[in-house]
């Protein structure tokens, strides 16, 4: 048997009652601490963003057809592979590009459509990897990359959003 008093907290039927008559109450209390700082600090971490700490002047896009000229895309399947195709992004944009996923025509003539995650993100000047499980080889008819860069509102050119 157990008493519950206006606090909430569970007490020891009367048996018990001297036995743990002095630690029960600091046990509560720490617990009823333990939760208001849990509560307290999971709202406090829904509220702060790191990366909402300044408003970036710039906006992602998507990438236009001669920005897309100066992206190479390959796609292929690993050896001993077969279920994963991959695709080498190389960006020689002036600024960052990411890609969110990929929209595949199937030799059936079904589209997918899958996210990569975490997305695929190019540095200007270099080469990147991303590969979706779940296509197989001889599957694939087409292709297309859904990505996008960072551009001022007015601004032709892709930039970097993190040297402002």
Known sequence: MSLVDSSGCAWPGPRHLRQVQHRQPVRCAALSLAAVVLVAG???????????????????????????????????????????????????????MACHGASIQLTSGKRIDKAFSPRLYVPPGTTKQVGLRGISKGQMKDFTLACGCWKKPGDARCGNPARN
């Open 42 to 96: 999971s709202g406090m971490a829904w509220a702060w963003n790191p990366f909402e700490a300044k408003k970036s002047p710039f906006d992602e896009v998507a990438l236009t057809p001669g920005e897309w000229q100066q992206v190479q895309v390959k796609a292929g399947w690993a050896n001993g592979y077969p279920d994963d195709l991959l695709f080498e992004v190389s960006s020689q944009l002036p600024g960052p």
